[in-house]
Protein backbone atom coordinates (compact mmCIF):
# COMPACT_ATOMS: atom_id res chain seq x y z
CA UNK A 1 0.00 0.00 0.00
CA UNK A 2 1.26 3.57 -1.21
CA UNK A 3 2.69 5.96 2.00
CA UNK A 4 0.06 8.77 2.89
CA UNK A 5 0.77 11.81 1.24
CA UNK A 6 1.63 14.66 4.28
CA UNK A 7 2.52 18.46 3.94
CA UNK A 8 4.38 20.20 6.08
CA UNK A 9 3.89 23.81 5.91
CA UNK A 10 7.12 25.45 8.03
CA UNK A 11 10.33 23.68 8.96
CA UNK A 12 10.10 21.13 11.92
CA UNK A 13 13.19 20.18 14.01
CA UNK A 14 14.97 17.74 12.01
CA UNK A 15 14.55 14.77 14.23
CA UNK A 16 10.75 15.27 13.37
CA UNK A 17 11.32 16.01 9.60
CA UNK A 18 13.92 12.78 9.76
CA UNK A 19 10.76 10.76 11.49
CA UNK A 20 7.80 11.91 8.48
CA UNK A 21 10.30 10.89 5.54
CA UNK A 22 10.63 7.38 7.28
CA UNK A 23 6.63 7.10 7.77
CA UNK A 24 5.35 9.21 5.28
CA UNK A 25 5.69 10.80 1.60
CA UNK A 26 6.19 13.73 2.82
CA UNK A 27 6.73 17.31 1.40
CA UNK A 28 8.61 19.49 3.77
CA UNK A 29 8.81 23.36 3.34
CA UNK A 30 12.91 23.03 3.58
CA UNK A 31 13.66 27.31 2.60
CA UNK A 32 10.65 27.74 5.54
CA UNK A 33 9.21 30.32 3.31
CA UNK A 34 5.91 31.35 4.62
CA UNK A 35 2.95 30.03 1.91
CA UNK A 36 1.00 31.69 0.65
CA UNK A 37 -3.38 30.66 0.28
CA UNK A 38 -3.08 29.47 -2.93
CA UNK A 39 -0.45 26.92 -2.42
CA UNK A 40 -2.63 26.05 1.07
CA UNK A 41 -5.37 25.08 -1.43
CA UNK A 42 -3.41 23.11 -3.97
CA UNK A 43 -2.21 21.44 -0.51
CA UNK A 44 -5.37 20.54 0.45
CA UNK A 45 -6.25 19.01 -3.19
CA UNK A 46 -2.96 17.15 -3.41
CA UNK A 47 -2.35 15.28 -0.16
CA UNK A 48 -4.21 13.25 2.84
CA UNK A 49 -2.69 15.29 5.23
CA UNK A 50 -1.13 19.18 6.03
CA UNK A 51 0.48 20.40 9.21
CA UNK A 52 -0.02 23.94 9.47
CA UNK A 53 1.62 26.30 11.89
CA UNK A 54 0.05 28.54 14.18
CA UNK A 55 0.71 31.36 11.97
CA UNK A 56 -0.73 29.54 8.68
CA UNK A 57 -4.52 31.04 7.97
CA UNK A 58 -6.93 28.59 7.33
CA UNK A 59 -10.18 30.37 6.73
CA UNK A 60 -12.87 28.99 5.42
CA UNK A 61 -12.44 30.05 1.97
CA UNK A 62 -8.97 28.09 2.04
CA UNK A 63 -10.71 25.23 3.38
CA UNK A 64 -14.05 25.13 1.17
CA UNK A 65 -11.28 24.38 -1.88
CA UNK A 66 -13.05 21.83 -4.32
CA UNK A 67 -11.94 18.46 -4.96
CA UNK A 68 -10.10 17.98 -1.86
CA UNK A 69 -7.75 14.85 -0.53
CA UNK A 70 -6.73 16.06 2.64
CA UNK A 71 -8.46 14.75 5.50
CA UNK A 72 -6.80 15.56 8.58
CA UNK A 73 -4.80 19.31 9.39
CA UNK A 74 -1.94 18.54 12.03
CA UNK A 75 -1.88 21.76 13.56
CA UNK A 76 1.86 21.98 14.79
CA UNK A 77 0.82 24.17 17.82
CA UNK A 78 -2.18 24.64 20.86
CA UNK A 79 -3.52 27.30 19.40
CA UNK A 80 -5.74 26.43 16.91
CA UNK A 81 -7.37 30.04 16.42
CA UNK A 82 -5.85 30.39 12.50
CA UNK A 83 -7.89 27.19 11.26
CA UNK A 84 -12.06 27.87 10.50
CA UNK A 85 -13.01 24.62 12.82
CA UNK A 86 -16.69 24.73 11.64
CA UNK A 87 -15.42 24.94 7.88
CA UNK A 88 -13.44 21.68 8.57
CA UNK A 89 -15.81 20.19 10.56
CA UNK A 90 -18.30 20.83 7.50
CA UNK A 91 -15.74 19.71 5.16
CA UNK A 92 -15.25 16.45 6.98
CA UNK A 93 -11.63 16.92 8.11
CA UNK A 94 -10.24 16.36 11.14
CA UNK A 95 -7.84 19.36 13.09
CA UNK A 96 -5.72 18.52 15.79
CA UNK A 97 -3.25 20.15 17.94
CA UNK A 98 -0.70 20.10 20.64
CA UNK A 99 -1.86 20.82 23.86
CA UNK A 100 0.44 19.86 27.34
CA UNK A 101 4.18 19.41 25.69
CA UNK A 102 4.32 23.61 25.39
CA UNK A 103 2.99 24.41 28.73
CA UNK A 104 5.94 25.06 30.66
CA UNK A 105 8.48 26.57 28.04
CA UNK A 106 5.32 28.80 27.67
CA UNK A 107 5.04 29.49 31.22
CA UNK A 108 8.36 29.87 31.56
CA UNK A 109 8.62 32.60 28.87
CA UNK A 110 5.24 34.21 30.16
CA UNK A 111 7.65 34.94 33.52
CA UNK A 112 10.84 35.68 31.37
CA UNK A 113 8.18 38.70 29.99
CA UNK A 114 6.70 39.73 33.61
CA UNK A 115 10.32 39.85 34.89
CA UNK A 116 11.88 41.91 32.02
CA UNK A 117 8.73 44.05 32.15
CA UNK A 118 8.83 44.51 35.96
CA UNK A 119 12.81 45.36 36.09
CA UNK A 120 12.95 47.11 32.55
CA UNK A 121 15.79 44.54 31.12
CA UNK A 122 14.87 45.35 27.46
CA UNK A 123 15.62 49.03 28.61
CA UNK A 124 18.45 48.54 30.69
CA UNK A 125 19.96 45.96 27.62
CA UNK A 126 19.46 48.69 25.14
CA UNK A 127 21.12 51.38 27.31
CA UNK A 128 24.62 49.72 27.88
CA UNK A 129 24.12 48.65 24.07
CA UNK A 130 23.94 51.99 22.99
CA UNK A 131 26.83 53.20 25.32
CA UNK A 132 24.40 55.55 27.05
CA UNK A 133 25.18 53.99 30.78
CA UNK A 134 27.19 56.41 32.87
CA UNK A 135 27.64 53.79 35.90
CA UNK A 136 25.69 53.03 38.76
CA UNK A 137 23.85 55.84 40.84
CA UNK A 138 20.91 55.28 43.81
CA UNK A 139 18.02 56.28 41.33
CA UNK A 140 19.17 54.87 38.21
CA UNK A 141 16.27 52.74 36.00
CA UNK A 142 14.27 51.93 38.84
CA UNK A 143 11.30 49.59 39.01
CA UNK A 144 8.70 47.42 40.60
CA UNK A 145 9.22 44.52 42.96
CA UNK A 146 7.96 40.81 41.68
CA UNK A 147 8.38 39.22 44.52
CA UNK A 148 5.08 39.32 46.99
CA UNK A 149 3.16 41.22 43.92
CA UNK A 150 -0.03 39.98 42.95
CA UNK A 151 -0.30 37.99 39.68
CA UNK A 152 -4.08 38.17 37.89
CA UNK A 153 -4.06 35.44 35.29
CA UNK A 154 -7.02 35.89 32.54
CA UNK A 155 -7.84 32.26 31.76
CA UNK A 156 -6.58 29.59 34.43
CA UNK A 157 -5.92 26.44 31.80
CA UNK A 158 -2.20 24.53 31.73
CA UNK A 159 0.30 27.42 31.15
CA UNK A 160 -1.49 29.69 33.25
CA UNK A 161 -1.67 27.18 36.47
CA UNK A 162 1.78 26.51 35.13
CA UNK A 163 2.80 30.17 35.17
CA UNK A 164 1.04 30.62 38.78
CA UNK A 165 3.37 27.65 40.15
CA UNK A 166 6.64 29.18 39.37
CA UNK A 167 5.27 32.99 40.55
CA UNK A 168 3.80 31.90 43.57
CA UNK A 169 6.38 29.02 44.88
CA UNK A 170 9.50 30.49 43.19
CA UNK A 171 8.26 34.15 43.63
CA UNK A 172 5.84 34.12 46.62
CA UNK A 173 3.46 36.03 44.60
CA UNK A 174 -0.41 36.18 45.75
CA UNK A 175 -2.50 34.65 42.84
CA UNK A 176 -6.10 35.07 41.65
CA UNK A 177 -7.41 34.64 38.24
CA UNK A 178 -10.60 35.28 36.35
CA UNK A 179 -12.01 32.50 34.16
CA UNK A 180 -15.20 30.35 33.34
CA UNK A 181 -14.29 27.30 35.45
CA UNK A 182 -13.16 27.63 38.82
CA UNK A 183 -9.75 25.77 39.85
CA UNK A 184 -9.78 22.29 41.07
CA UNK A 185 -9.61 22.42 45.01
CA UNK A 186 -6.11 20.96 44.88
CA UNK A 187 -5.04 23.93 42.77
CA UNK A 188 -6.46 26.27 44.49
CA UNK A 189 -5.01 25.15 47.61
CA UNK A 190 -1.54 24.86 46.83
CA UNK A 191 -1.68 28.16 45.37
CA UNK A 192 -3.50 29.49 46.90
CA UNK A 193 -5.69 30.99 44.35
CA UNK A 194 -8.39 32.97 44.51
CA UNK A 195 -11.27 33.26 42.17
CA UNK A 196 -12.30 37.02 40.77
CA UNK A 197 -15.95 37.28 39.65
CA UNK A 198 -15.42 39.78 37.46
CA UNK A 199 -12.73 41.12 34.78
CA UNK A 200 -12.65 44.07 36.40
CA UNK A 201 -12.44 42.79 39.96
CA UNK A 202 -9.02 41.06 38.44
CA UNK A 203 -7.83 44.35 36.62
CA UNK A 204 -7.96 46.30 39.53
CA UNK A 205 -6.65 43.97 42.25
CA UNK A 206 -3.22 42.81 40.08
CA UNK A 207 0.09 44.19 39.85
CA UNK A 208 0.80 42.07 36.84
CA UNK A 209 -2.01 40.85 34.43
CA UNK A 210 -0.68 37.99 32.16
CA UNK A 211 -3.26 36.74 29.48
CA UNK A 212 -3.97 32.82 29.06
CA UNK A 213 -7.45 32.52 27.19
CA UNK A 214 -7.74 31.37 23.63
CA UNK A 215 -7.85 33.76 20.61
CA UNK A 216 -11.47 33.51 19.33
CA UNK A 217 -14.18 36.05 18.61
CA UNK A 218 -15.36 36.42 22.13
CA UNK A 219 -12.21 37.08 23.71
CA UNK A 220 -10.95 39.80 20.91
CA UNK A 221 -9.81 43.32 22.27
CA UNK A 222 -10.78 41.94 25.53
CA UNK A 223 -7.89 44.31 26.73
CA UNK A 224 -9.09 47.52 25.22
CA UNK A 225 -9.02 51.76 26.58
CA UNK A 226 -11.75 50.49 29.35
CA UNK A 227 -10.19 47.63 30.87
CA UNK A 228 -6.97 49.60 30.58
CA UNK A 229 -8.11 52.11 32.57
CA UNK A 230 -9.02 49.40 35.61
CA UNK A 231 -5.59 48.45 35.80
CA UNK A 232 -2.92 49.80 38.65
CA UNK A 233 -1.26 53.00 37.48
CA UNK A 234 2.29 50.39 38.13
CA UNK A 235 0.62 47.11 36.80
CA UNK A 236 2.20 45.78 33.96
CA UNK A 237 0.47 43.38 30.87
CA UNK A 238 1.60 40.24 29.67
CA UNK A 239 0.71 38.71 26.77
CA UNK A 240 1.74 35.09 25.68
CA UNK A 241 -1.78 34.33 24.42
CA UNK A 242 -2.74 35.87 21.29
CA UNK A 243 -2.29 38.97 20.00
CA UNK A 244 -6.09 40.03 18.89
CA UNK A 245 -6.82 40.01 23.03
CA UNK A 246 -5.69 43.21 23.15
CA UNK A 247 -6.33 46.38 21.03
CA UNK A 248 -2.96 47.39 20.28
CA UNK A 249 -3.82 51.29 20.00
CA UNK A 250 -5.34 51.30 23.24
CA UNK A 251 -2.16 49.67 24.51
CA UNK A 252 -0.14 51.85 23.29
CA UNK A 253 -1.79 54.53 24.52
CA UNK A 254 -2.19 53.40 27.86
CA UNK A 255 1.89 53.30 27.99
CA UNK A 256 2.06 56.70 26.08
CA UNK A 257 0.52 58.04 28.64
CA UNK A 258 2.00 55.92 31.73
CA UNK A 259 -1.68 54.82 32.39
CA UNK A 260 0.29 51.67 33.25
CA UNK A 261 3.90 51.10 33.85
CA UNK A 262 4.96 48.00 30.90
CA UNK A 263 3.87 45.77 28.79
CA UNK A 264 5.82 42.30 27.75
CA UNK A 265 4.29 40.80 25.07
CA UNK A 266 5.35 37.94 22.59
CA UNK A 267 2.19 37.52 20.34
CA UNK A 268 0.37 40.65 18.15
CA UNK A 269 -2.66 41.51 16.40
CA UNK A 270 -1.64 40.51 12.24
CA UNK A 271 1.55 39.13 13.12
CA UNK A 272 4.64 39.38 11.97
CA UNK A 273 3.53 42.72 11.82
CA UNK A 274 3.51 44.95 14.54
CA UNK A 275 1.83 48.27 15.08
CA UNK A 276 4.84 50.37 15.02
CA UNK A 277 3.50 52.77 18.03
CA UNK A 278 5.28 50.03 20.09
CA UNK A 279 8.86 50.52 18.67
CA UNK A 280 9.19 53.71 20.37
CA UNK A 281 8.31 52.97 23.68
CA UNK A 282 10.63 52.37 26.35
CA UNK A 283 8.01 50.60 28.22
CA UNK A 284 7.62 47.43 26.51
CA UNK A 285 9.29 44.74 26.11
CA UNK A 286 8.62 43.02 22.56
CA UNK A 287 9.65 39.33 21.62
CA UNK A 288 8.83 37.55 18.28
CA UNK A 289 6.58 34.31 19.53
CA UNK A 290 8.90 32.67 21.38
CA UNK A 291 6.50 30.94 24.06
CA UNK A 292 7.34 27.19 22.95
CA UNK A 293 10.50 28.03 21.61
CA UNK A 294 12.24 25.58 23.17
CA UNK A 295 14.27 22.97 20.70
CA UNK A 296 13.01 20.02 23.21
CA UNK A 297 9.14 21.66 23.22
CA UNK A 298 9.26 22.08 19.49
CA UNK A 299 10.74 18.10 18.68
CA UNK A 300 7.90 17.23 21.28
CA UNK A 301 4.98 19.40 19.17
CA UNK A 302 6.53 18.13 16.26
CA UNK A 303 6.65 14.41 17.69
CA UNK A 304 2.55 14.80 19.14
CA UNK A 305 1.63 15.80 15.95
CA UNK A 306 3.46 12.21 14.54
CA UNK A 307 1.46 10.56 17.19
CA UNK A 308 -1.74 12.39 15.62
CA UNK A 309 -0.82 11.32 12.32
CA UNK A 310 -0.12 7.70 13.60
CA UNK A 311 -3.01 7.14 14.98
CA UNK A 312 -5.42 8.86 12.12
CA UNK A 313 -3.75 7.07 9.61
CA UNK A 314 -4.33 3.90 11.93
CA UNK A 315 -7.78 3.80 12.03
CA UNK A 316 -8.16 5.30 15.41
CA UNK A 317 -9.87 8.23 17.01
CA UNK A 318 -6.19 11.09 17.65
CA UNK A 319 -5.62 11.65 20.90
CA UNK A 320 -5.59 15.72 20.48
CA UNK A 321 -8.74 16.19 18.07
CA UNK A 322 -9.78 19.09 17.90
CA UNK A 323 -13.28 18.83 15.53
C1 LIG B 1 0.78 27.64 20.19
O1 LIG B 1 1.13 26.46 20.10
O2 LIG B 1 -0.39 27.97 20.08
C2 LIG B 1 1.81 28.65 20.50
O3 LIG B 1 1.39 29.93 20.29
C3 LIG B 1 3.10 28.35 19.75
O4 LIG B 1 4.13 28.93 20.48
Redesign the pocket.
Known amino acids: MSKPKVYVTRKWPSSVEEKLKALYDVTLNTDDRPLTADEFKSALKNFDAVCP??CDAFPADVINTADKRCKILGN?????NHIDIHAAKANNIVVT??PGV?TES?ADLAMTLLLMSARRGAEGDRQVRAGQWTGWCPTHMLSSDVTGATLGLIGFGRIAIAMARKAHHGFGMKIIYFSPRTADQSVADELKAERCATLPELLAAADYVSLHCPGSPETRHLINADSLKLMKPLAHLIN?A?GDVVDSQALIDALQHRQIAGAGLD?YEGEPNINPGFLTLDNVTLLP?????TLSTRTA?GNRVLANLADFFGGKEPQDRVV
Request: no cysteine; proline share 0%; hydrophobic share 45%.
Open positions: SVFGVGFNTLTTRVHLGSAM
